[in-house]
């Protein structure tokens, strides 16, 4: 069975610009999370989708975020423009339903210069 | 808000001997407290979990312990082994019944041969 799988591993972009990040969760997972790590501190908690409904974006930092799940399967998380204190390490995690382990991708390592 | 504090942050041990790592939480209504172990450049993997009912879970040379009153709650690794070295992040679930969850900063554990 295919992993939770996530684009690009790393993408570095100047201050200004639009990133898009992807995550392909395991088959058949309606529950898709975004985490984001920054340099040295917690993993922090995003937003929860559960099939293509936003269930909770409460950690969404702020409204240059935007994170989509079209028909419920991959996921996208763009950040226009992306902001030096941006940078970090998104993971995306999906689990077959709310009440179950939730299997984390490798993560996409945002630098913005 | 809620939050998860996780010491130590940086950890060494000759191989052979145990290490512990210790987390506290703040909301009293977290009921599932799962163990990530995230090798350099792969995805943060659950190694161990455990749920409030339980005081201790063991699984070969892991095993976690639960002080729901205290509310905090130890990763130990006994017999550790190069391999071992990795981050490890504790994490707790936001309230019950769900598993968004709160991340500790993490800990960097070295096994020395």
């Known amino acids: 069975e295919a992993g939770v799988t996530q684009f690009p591993s790393h993408s570095v972009i100047e201050k200004g610009q639009t990133v898009t990040l992807r995550c392909d969760p395991i088959s058949g997972h309606d529950n898709l999370y975004w985490y984001r790590r920054v340099m040295g501190k917690e993993i922090k908690f995003l937003l929860h989708f559960v099939k293509e409904s936003k269930q909770d974006e409460s950690g969404m930092p702020n409204n240059r975020f935007l994170a989509e799940r079209t028909g419920g399967t991959y996921s996208t998380l763009k950040v226009q423009p992306a902001e030096l204190e941006d940078s970090g390490v998104y993971f995306c995690?999906?689990?077959?339903?709310?009440?179950?382990?939730?299997?984390f991708g490798q993560g996409t390592r945002l630098t913005v210069v | 808000g809620e939050n998860v504090e996780q010491h130590p942050s940086t950890l060494s041990v000759q191989e052979g001997d145990s290490a512990v790592i210790k987390c506290t939480y703040s909301?009293?209504?977290?009921?599932?407290f799962p163990w990530y172990k995230q090798e350099l450049g792969k995805r943060p993997q659950l190694i161990i979990d455990?749920?409030?009912?339980?005081g201790e879970k063991k699984d070969q040379r892991i095993a976690v312990t639960l002080n729901k009153t205290a509310k905090h709650f130890s990763l130990h690794i006994t017999e550790t082994q190069p391999e071992d070295s990795a981050v490890y992040f504790c994490?707790?679930?936001?309230?019950?019944?769900?598993?968004?969850?709160?991340f500790g900063t993490g800990t960097r554990l070295k096994v020395l041969a």
């Open positions: 994490a707790a679930s936001i309230g019950s019944g769900t598993y968004k969850y709160i």
């Open positions: 995690a999906s689990s077959p339903t709310g009440y179950t382990e939730a299997f």
């Open positions: 909301d009293s209504a977290s009921n599932y």
């Open positions: 455990i749920r409030s009912n339980v």
